[in-house]
């Protein structure tokens, strides 16, 4: 599986943006899609994830972005998507797409960079 991310940027305290993941390769073994972000010196963390239809549909987010992210997924282009709102300086971070698979191994895309600063 490869996994290509894309949509960081630069954008002000209270504004937007939206992740976009890509997944190739043997998608049929994806069971969940999922972000999560890492800063300078600390460990990756978890941000929200989405499980395929067939083993539940389920979404979960971390604490600190409930209600102001939404992850989704689009089957049919084997994407996983991330609108982020209301976004705060602390949001600043690397965000990773992770997708995991029926053997319960994880791949990681390259990271996009989400700098939130006025």
């Known amino acids: 599986v490869q996994l290509q991310a894309s949509g960081g940027g630069l954008v002000q305290p209270g504004g937007y943006l939206r992740l976009s993941c890509t997944a190739t390769g043997n998608i049929a073994s994806i069971v969940s899609m999922g972000w999560y972000r890492q800063t300078s010196g600390t460990q990756r963390d978890f941000v929200a994830a989405v499980v395929s239809v067939t083993a539940g549909g389920d979404i979960t987010y971390a604490d600190s972005v409930k209600g102001r992210f939404t992850i989704s997924r689009d089957s049919a282009k084997n994407a996983v998507y991330l609108q982020m709102n209301s976004l705060k300086p602390e949001d600043t971070a690397v965000y990773y797409c992770?997708?995991?698979?029926?053997?319960?191994?994880?791949?990681w895309g390259q990271g996009t960079l989400v700098t939130v600063s006025s």
């Open positions: 992770r997708a995991r698979t029926t053997t319960s191994v994880n791949y």
